[in-house]
């Protein structure tokens, strides 16, 4: 555990369902290995993860079972331990990789940017050698030159101590926003492949394992699942999932079942299965695929009063010499990267989803009020009005109150995106624009597929179809009134119910939020008509958006093509532009 980090609060705790083939899984970690210095929930780092892993195997294994470690990737951006240094993950790939995971795959963030794409190839393929699965990606080889498969495609082996033949796939879900070095196979093609086919009718396996960055409830997922059924109805399969940042758990039919283990290193997934034959101990048992299974789940919290609990060990007893070394590691990089250094003082906590938007405490009420239109200011066009538009998933995670530093930057905005515009937009369409790229029937959608407003929000907003308000009145306690109070945090409901959280919490509010807001400058109109004398204004917007500004202003009657957009505010980035406002409005003392 970091030094900084706050200690666990001791909760009421469900036990781990454990199983005859256990898994432990992580996704979309995004570089939070150091784990959440302001949240006692989560600060728990990946050294100590590594402790919690080797204790657990230790307990599996005296009672002659197996656990299996998986990650579903988009291990990077989001966090200063991975962004602030040069190159880019410097320290974290050698941090994550001293973790053994049996299964693990790439997200769409290991592919954004060319750099990372090749560093994946060259650190942490070889790292993790057959055990990284990639089943839709090719690469460009960074030295041949050549496309070859970013990994193997699938991989067969069996279990330690039950010998549980095991198939294995990585799929990525389809993703087109990568850069020119990588290839991403639409999962409904891939499936068709020979290679594929062959590995789906092989009745010698006795659980398929499909790890994937893909939301478990997507149509990628669902179109494997209905290929592995259609080639064998019989066979158990897990599915691990990832990219919708969320906790759920889903059922497929009475013999699949998937795991989605949340984001930023907050939940630590736990599923079982039961009922598999034991090839070690009971050769009888091979003939009985049809027995019944039994599937389960658990998410944990990431903190150490969860992780001695379900080890039953103590603060003595549980760090292993690995994690230990791990944790330094992590201590390490953060002061060399200098991720502590105060930018400014934030005065009051400001939330991406928990109040509604607008809010005087939404995260998005600020940008688009203060930071937007005080620092995304282009010199040779500062005195034209303007509409300026940023998409909200360019925005990662609440803003504590208390010191901003380095490190939060990251957290807030870890994208280098900055700024285009397109000079002289008729007002009268630029004055539309947001409610087109908002409407909530994916209207950009409908008219081009591969422009989902999906792409555009916070992935955790992606399944939410609305507010979620956590009622006022809630029992902040259990049950049992010797419980110690709830602690605000995750309160699932997945397919099996509302009992998967180790923790019981009280709720939280989640919000809808939409997908992009606007800042309005020099814009003399009247507010309640909405007329203007504007004749014309500058369509400022953040460069990930171009494709949906460009779509919608299409739709609208204006046709502009790439040629037209203009870097603006000198090509800064918006983290930038964050990061100053900070230090230039925020100088109180913490
Ligand atoms: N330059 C970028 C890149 C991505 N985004 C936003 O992130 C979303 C993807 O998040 P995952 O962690 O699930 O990969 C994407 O849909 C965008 O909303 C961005 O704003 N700018």
């Known amino acids: 555990i970091q030094s900084s980090a706050p200690e666990a609060v001791p909760g009421r705790l469900r036990t781990l369902p454990l199983g005859q083939l256990n898994f432990l899984h992580t996704t979309d ?221 889903v059922k497929y039919d009475d013999k699949a079942y998937g795991l989605e283990s949340g984001r930023y290193m907050e939940t630590i997934g736990f599923q079982s299965v039961s009922g598999l034959p034991s090839r070690k101990h009971d050769e009888k048992k091979l003939e009985l695929r049809t027995a019944s299974y039994s599937f389960a789940r658990r998410y944990i919290d990431n903190n150490l009063f969860s992780f001695y609990s379900h080890t039953g060990l103590d603060e003595s007893t549980f760090p ?40 005087k405490d939404s995260i998005f009420s600020w940008l688009g009020s203060r930071v937007i239109p005080e620092k995304a200011i282009d010199d040779h066009r500062k005195d034209y009005p303007r509409i300026i538009y940023a998409n909200t998933g360019a925005m990662r995670f609440d803003i504590f109150e208390g010191p901003f530093t380095r490190d939060t930057t990251f957290i807030v905005s870890p994208f280098t995106s900055g700024f285009r515009y397109i000079k002289n937009v008729p007002f009268d369409i630029a004055d539309r624009l947001l409610k087109v790229i908002n409407d909530g029937n994916n209207f950009l959608g409908l008219s081009h597929s591969l422009l989902t407003d999906r792409q555009l929000k916070s992935p955790d907003q992606i399944n939410l179809t609305q507010d979620y308000v956590a009622s006022s009145t809630q029992n902040q306690h259990t049950t049992d009134p010797e419980d110690p109070p709830l602690t605000p945090g995750y309160t699932t409901h997945d397919d099996a119910g509302d009992d998967g959280d180790d923790t019981i919490h009280s709720e939280i509010s989640h919000y809808q939020i939409p997908n992009c807001i606007e800042s309005r400058v020099n814009i003399n109109e009247d507010q309640n008509s909405h007329e203007s004398q504007e004749e014309t204004v500058d369509v400022v917007f953040l460069d990930f958006i171009q494709p949906w500004m460009l779509e919608a202003l299409r739709m609208l009657g204006a046709e502009y093509t790439s040629e037209d957009t203009i870097p603006y505010a000198g090509g800064r980035s918006f983290t930038e532009m964050i990061a100053e406002w900070v230090s230039e409005n925020w100088q109180g003392d913490c």
């Open 29 to 249: 970690t995004h570089g939070w290995h150091a784990g959440h210095l302001q949240e006692a929930s989560y600060g728990a780092d990946w050294g100590d993860y590594i402790s919690f892993t080797q204790r657990l195997r230790e307990k599996i294994e005296a009672e002659g079972n197996d656990l299996l470690l998986v990650d579903t990737g988009d291990r990077v951006e989001g966090n200063g331990l991975y962004d602030a240094s040069s190159p880019t993950g410097k320290y974290t790939r050698q941090i994550f990789s001293q973790q053994n995971i049996d299964i693990i795959c790439s997200g769409n963030h290991e592919l954004y940017k060319a750099n990372t794409t090749d560093r994946e190839f060259i650190d942490l393929i070889p790292a993790y050698g057959s055990n990284y699965l990639a089943s839709n990606l090719d690469v460009i080889h960074p030295k041949s030159g050549e496309r070859v498969p970013l990994a193997q495609r699938f991989r067969k082996f069996k279990t330690k101590n039950h010998g549980i033949k095991v198939t294995a796939f990585g799929f990525l879900y389809d993703f087109t926003g990568n850069d020119k070095n990588s290839f991403v196979q639409k999962v409904e093609d891939t499936i068709k492949e020979q290679w594929f086919q062959d590995a789906i009718k092989d009745r010698s396996v006795d659980v398929f394992l499909v790890a994937g960055h893909v939301g478990l409830r997507q149509s990628e997922f669902s179109n494997v699942f209905k290929a592995i059924r259609a080639a064998q109805w019989d066979v158990p399969i897990v599915f691990f999932g990832g990219h919708t940042h969320i906790r759920d758990y």
């Open 320 to 359: 292993t010499e690995v994690g230990q070394n791990v944790s330094a590691q992590i201590t390490k990089a953060r002061e060399a990267l200098n991720l502590d250094e105060v930018f400014g003082c934030n005065p009051r906590v400001l939330w991406m989803s928990r109040v509604p938007y607008p809010h």
